[in-house]
């Protein structure tokens, strides 16, 4: 039975996944990313991880890995990324050293927007964007079943789309990005703020359902400014679904309700996009690293 290997980095975790051509997943693994001890170190577990579970696979046959930040997928390489420190790094390259395995190299958001697309919530429509709404917030935007990653590695950065004018200071150096304004970390800090308590964004959710004053004029905030970032996407990609992913999606109607509404109200002569939960969790951009590398064997 071949099998590929899929590896998702996060900023605080590996998902690792063997995984049969026709998308079966047989084996799981989580490992921590270790950040704190530097690039070269994260770099090292990453390689030791896909390899030891090159060991393990049956007939394995190529390497799919997924990372934050900007990536070149065309030459492999991973050429940013603030979380964990690397510049210019030829990910792919070392990773088909490490393991004698053709590798694919890919964005982790677009990775789980093309599982979303392939396997999940999308699964069917012509065209869908991706948007996990977590710590931060990013897109994909899935054409014809491939993912647009754009001239320089830097498609979909949904989050630095400015709503609020000289809102919030972005970590990007802009003022009232969409990150700043609606993200999971937003909500939380905005509820701190407005309360002087700490809450995480889901306490706030669940605060808003039971009706607390504080938390609903919170969550009304985020809402608007999750609205006003995807009535610009559908102005821009016009895609047949939308499908919200991350932490803040796990808030179910609480979330997609008011935000299906707040988007009808503010299209004009746009199409209505369907708007949707993903389907596939925290699994889609491990999902989306084997598909990369299926696609990496043609399969």
């Given at each position: 039975?071949?099998?590929?290997?899929?590896?998702?980095?996060?900023?605080?975790?590996?998902?690792?996944?063997?995984?049969?051509?026709?998308?079966?997943?047989?084996?799981?693994?989580?490992?921590?990313?270790?950040?704190?001890?530097?690039?070269?170190?994260?770099?090292?577990?990453?390689?030791?991880?896909?390899?030891?579970?090159?060991?393990?696979?049956?007939?394995?046959?190529?390497?799919?890995?997924?990372?934050?930040?900007?990536?070149?997928?065309?030459?492999?390489?991973?050429?940013?990324?603030?979380?964990?420190?690397?510049?210019?790094?030829?990910?792919?390259?070392?990773?088909?050293?490490?393991?004698?395995?053709?590798?694919?190299?890919?964005?982790?958001?677009?990775?789980?927007?093309?599982?979303?697309?392939?396997?999940?919530?999308?699964?069917?429509?012509g065209s869908s964007l991706f948007?996990?709404?977590?710590?931060?917030?990013?897109?994909?935007?899935?054409?014809?079943?491939?993912?647009?990653?754009?001239?320089?590695?830097?498609?979909?950065?949904?989050?630095?789309?400015?709503?609020?004018?000289?809102?919030?200071?972005?970590?990007?150096?802009?003022?009232?990005?969409?990150?700043?304004?609606?993200?999971?970390?937003?909500?939380?800090?905005?509820?701190?703020?407005?309360?002087?308590?700490?809450?995480?964004?889901?306490?706030?959710?669940?605060?808003?359902?039971?009706?607390?004053?504080?938390?609903?004029?919170?969550?009304?905030?985020?809402?608007?400014?999750?609205?006003?970032?995807?009535?610009?996407?559908?102005?821009?990609?016009?895609?047949?679904?939308?499908?919200?992913?991350?932490?803040?999606?796990?808030?179910?109607?609480?979330?997609?309700?008011?935000?299906?509404?707040?988007?009808?109200?503010?299209?004009?002569?746009?199409g209505r996009p369907r708007l949707?939960?993903?389907?596939?969790?925290?699994?889609?951009?491990?999902?989306?690293?084997?598909?990369?590398?299926?696609?990496?064997?043609?399969?």
């Amino acid at each position: 039975m071949d099998t590929v290997i899929a590896v998702d980095v996060g900023g605080t975790g590996l998902k690792c996944a063997i995984v049969t051509a026709d998308g079966t997943v047989v084996h799981t693994e989580r490992h921590a990313t270790g950040r704190e001890r530097g690039p070269d170190a994260v770099v090292a577990t990453i390689l030791d991880v896909a390899a030891g579970l090159a060991g393990k696979a049956d007939h394995p046959r190529a390497v799919g890995i997924v990372v934050p930040g900007v990536v070149d997928e065309v030459n492999g390489v991973a050429s940013f990324s603030s979380n964990i420190g690397w510049r210019d790094l030829p990910l792919r390259a070392l990773t088909e050293d490490k393991t004698g395995l053709p590798a694919a190299l890919g964005h982790d958001v677009r990775a789980g927007g093309l599982a979303e697309a392939r396997m999940g919530a999308a699964q069917g429509a012509g065209s869908s964007l991706f948007m996990p709404v977590g710590t931060g917030i990013a897109s994909a935007f899935v054409l014809a079943d491939r993912v647009y990653p754009g001239a320089h590695g830097a498609a979909g950065e949904i989050g630095h789309i400015v709503i609020r004018p000289g809102g919030r200071l972005c970590l990007c150096g802009q003022r009232g990005c969409l990150e700043t304004e609606a993200s999971a970390a937003a909500v939380a800090s905005r509820y701190a703020e407005l309360t002087g308590r700490p809450a995480t964004a889901a306490e706030v959710a669940e605060r808003t359902r039971t009706g607390e004053k504080a938390a609903a004029e919170v969550w009304d905030a985020t809402v608007d400014a999750l609205a006003d970032g995807l009535h610009t996407a559908v102005a821009l990609y016009d895609p047949e679904v939308i499908v919200i992913g991350g932490g803040l999606a796990e808030a179910g109607d609480t979330l997609m309700r008011p935000l299906a509404a707040a988007l009808d109200a503010r299209r004009t002569f746009h199409g209505r996009p369907r708007l949707v939960r993903a389907a596939l969790g925290d699994e889609a951009g491990c999902l989306g690293a084997a598909l990369l590398a299926l696609d990496r064997l043609g399969t």
